[in-house]
């Protein structure tokens, strides 16, 4: 019985040494200089030892808002084209409702584009 275990206790095994061995590959082989530039925040935009009180862009929040709506929604055209594929009737009707779903997400995108959600400055 626990043979039929061993698959699941292999890819187990696998994607550890992925996660783990690029790691303390990277801790032996690196070289770790830490200057200014390198200790220096880069994805929030503003000091992260300040006032809490300080202002900040709201930017970066509406992309990742948007990142996230734009992605979820391609998500659901993976499970349609599975569907499609093994299609064995009604096939014009899936069709058309994900031509609809499609159109409202190009919408929506034309949308934001217009609104200058996308611009960066």
């Known amino acids: 019985m626990l043979e039929n275990y061993f698959p699941v206790l292999l890819f187990i095994c696998i994607g550890l040494a992925f996660g783990v061995v690029p790691v303390i590959l990277g801790r032996l082989v690196a070289p ?3 200057d200014s530039k390198k200790n220096s925040p880069y994805e929030c935009g ?15 929040y509406l992309v ?3 990142f996230i709506l734009f992605d979820l929604e ?4 993976f499970p349609w084209a599975i ?4 299609a064995d009737g009604h096939m014009f009707f899936r069709y058309i409702s994900m031509m ?5 997400l190009v919408v929506g995108f034309i949308y934001e584009w217009m609104k200058g959600a996308l611009e960066w400055e």
């Not at 503003?46 to 970066?60: G, L, N, P, Q, S």
């Not at 391609?74 to 055209?77: E, P, R, S, V």
């Not at 569907?83 to 093994?86: H, K």
Request: charged share 25%; hydrophobic share 60%; glycine share 0%.
């Open 46 to 60: 503003f000091e992260a030892f300040e006032d809490a009180r300080m202002k900040f862009d709201v930017r970066y």
């Open 83 to 86: 569907v499609m594929q093994e």
């Open 100 to 104: 609809i779903f499609l159109a409202i």
């Open 32 to 34: 770790h200089r830490p």
């Open 74 to 77: 391609i998500a659901f055209l």
């Open 64 to 66: 990742a808002i948007l």
